[in-house]
């Protein structure tokens, strides 16, 4: 288990404190111009690094919620990937609850994360609504991979209940694809 520690968000660029974050649990990050297949824009990844360029980003909580998606991947498949990856639909959702509860962590807005310039018609406002209500979307499988607990997934683990996480990483070979 990764013990992280929170980083005083109130003071410094998110960019900056996402960056500092991902670093801290495990994931390469480089800022440098980016250019070819990308998940999102200013995102590219590359054999499991992550490459940043902040002036092509719509968001900076598209760097959470691309990261998440790697997250949840098994470390081997993580290694490997790159370009547009593959995402199941399960993965998706398990990408929306680890980037929530990421910027809750690291005392983000959820909003940078969820912002209205994605997430379809309605932006990513749903999203937030669901998750502040209690909503569970994508977290049994957070629970099943080790991530954290949640009634839901019919286990609590004190100090460990969604969108409190344990780890960061999954470090099994499950995946959810």
């Given at each position: 288990?990764q ?12 960019l900056?404190?996402?960056v500092?974050?991902l670093?801290?649990v ?15 824009p ?7 690094v ?31 990937a ?45 999203a937030?609504d669901a ?18 607990s ?12 969604y969108?409190?996480l ?12």
């Amino acid at each position: 288990m990764q013990v992280v520690k929170s980083v005083n968000s109130n003071t410094r660029e998110p960019l900056d404190v996402i960056v500092e974050f991902l670093r801290s649990v495990g994931f390469t990050v480089r800022l440098e111009p980016v250019s070819g297949a990308q998940g999102l824009p200013g995102i590219a990844v590359d054999r499991g690094v992550m490459v940043v360029d902040a002036e092509q980003l719509v968001g900076e909580g598209d760097l959470l919620h691309e990261a998440a998606h790697l997250a949840v991947m098994s470390p081997a498949r993580r290694r490997l990937a790159g370009g547009r990856f593959h995402s199941s639909q399960a993965e998706e959702m398990m990408a929306f609850a680890w980037s929530y509860a990421a910027a809750l962590h690291l005392g983000l807005d959820p909003a940078l994360v969820f912002h209205q310039r994605g997430y379809g018609e309605l932006g990513g406002a749903w999203a937030i609504d669901a998750f502040a209500r209690g909503g569970n979307i994508g977290v049994p499988g957070l629970c099943w991979l080790g991530f954290t607990s949640h009634k839901c997934a019919g286990q609590v683990i004190p100090g460990a209940i969604y969108p409190k996480l344990i780890a960061w990483l999954n470090e099994t070979e499950n995946e959810l694809l």
